[in-house]
């Protein structure tokens, strides 16, 4: 009975230390080259082999090593194949603390002040008290309601939209396609936090960026198939964004 990590070596290391600790009946191994497929019967990827069933053919669990699964192709998996998606702490607080570092660098024109820094033209910029700024979050999961909580402290407006009706302390909840637009039209700054879905692909677009108030801003936590690109571009040199805070790549 083996678990095989394929993915990042360092990371595959520490796992490693854990599992000899805390489950030692387990062979836990990170290097694929020196395992036998055949007993392999858990895998923990980022992406899945495309032959999985050729490559591991006695495979029992495909583990996540993501928040979600949206990366997966369910198409090339077998279907009686169980997926199972990873949830600890570290994950959804790593989110938090990168959210929180966007939202503040938005709100403090940390964007703004390096480009006057790059080209020696310093001018002042109007100050707004947090309690003036509205944060607004596309998702309502455990990553969006960690985030939520780590930007309370600051004093920021906080609005959430789901697909379904959800209660959150201190935030404002909107759902469903009937409330979306009343979500956008109070969200200064829009984090995306959705998973990639069907529905959610290209929903960061020209049209959705129209709905926010002028000058908005953008931080996508979320893939790169979550935006349409060309539009973000459109809306940044007309003026209708203010600024984006991203480093997803389209995975």
């Known amino acids: 009975m083996t678990f095989l990590y394929d993915a990042d070596a360092e990371r595959g290391a520490e796992w490693a230390a854990l599992f000899a600790e805390r489950a030692p009946e387990i062979a836990f191994h990170y290097c694929a080259d020196a395992v036998d497929p055949r ?7 980022w992406h899945p082999p495309t032959d999985i069933s050729a490559k591991d053919p ?15 192709d369910f198409d090339a998996l077998p279907a009686e194949l169980p997926v199972v998606r990873m949830i600890e702490p570290g994950i959804s607080d790593a989110m938090a603390e990168y959210v929180t570092l966007a939202v503040l660098a938005l709100h403090r024109d940390l964007l703004a ?15 707004r008290p947090p309690g003036a700024l509205r944060i607004g979050v ?50 200064d700054i829009l984090v995306c936090l959705l998973p990639l879905t069907s529905k959610t692909a290209r929903i ?7 709905k926010l108030p002028p000058g908005a801003a953008i931080v996508n936590c979320g893939r790169g198939g979550h935006l349409v690109q060309a539009d973000l571009l459109v809306a940044l040199d007309s003026g209708r964004l203010s600024a984006q805070f991203s480093t997803v790549i389209d995975l």
């Not at 495979?59 to 949206?70: N, P, R, Y």
């Not at 959430?160 to 009343?182: L, N, T, Y």
């Open 113 to 127: 002040y390096r480009v006057q820094q790059a080209t020696g033209d310093w001018q002042p910029l109007r100050f």
């Open 39 to 45: 007993s392999v019967k858990y895998l923990g990827v």
């Open 204 to 210: 960061l677009n020209g049209a959705l960026f129209a």
């Open 138 to 187: 596309l998702g309502t999961g455990v990553l969006a309601k960690t985030s939520l909580s780590a930007l309370q402290a600051f004093g920021f407006q906080l609005n959430a939209w789901g697909r379904s009706r959800q209660s959150i302390g201190g935030v404002e909840c909107f759902a469903g396609k009937a409330e979306m637009d009343k979500f956008l039209g109070q969200s």
């Open 58 to 72: 006695n495979l029992e669990v495909l583990f996540s090593l993501g928040a979600g699964v949206d990366q997966f």
